[in-house]
């Protein structure tokens, strides 16, 4: 479900913004991204331990943090979630090349490699930070996760509609 929720918010915002020319504008849709991420961690955290992401489950697990039996089933419940999600909103927007909510890289598949790693990174070492140290503020996880979020979708995430 959490998966879910942030998949359809973050990609309705790209979808809203672009059906009202932009009325969201980027930076909206950075915000909901970041503010998406912020509540799913703060709603379904004590369920789940917020891994809305196979890389946040896959990290967990290689560091001894989150048992090895359960990545599948965890995996496959946040593949399924982001392809529910999808399917929403094709169902909600069409399903026209035009309609394509995604981002699409504006430079060399190298410098999108680098520049996804790099975020990647950046996002797992946030996430690890504060919540695999008892000496961070828990409670303050869901903020600076979903802050995090945000930074990268500004910096990284500029969309474009689709050729």
Known sequence: MGTYLLIFAGCAA??????????????GVCITWGLAVMVMVYSVGHISGAHLNPAVTLAF????????????????????????????????????PEHFFGTVPSGSDVQSLVLEFIITFYLMFVISGVATDNRAIGELAGLAVGA????????????????
Do not use: D, K
């Open 61 to 96: 697990a290689t560091c001894g943090r989150f048992p090895w039996i359960q990545v599948p089933a965890y995996a496959a419940a946040q593949v399924t979630g982001s392809t529910a999600a999808s399917l929403t909103l094709r169902l909600l927007f069409g399903s026209e």
């Open 148 to 163: 995090t979020v945000l930074l990268n979708v500004l910096f990284a995430g500029p969309y474009q509609e689709h050729p």
């Open 14 to 27: 790209v979808a809203v913004n672009q059906r009202t020319a932009g009325t969201v504008t980027f930076p």
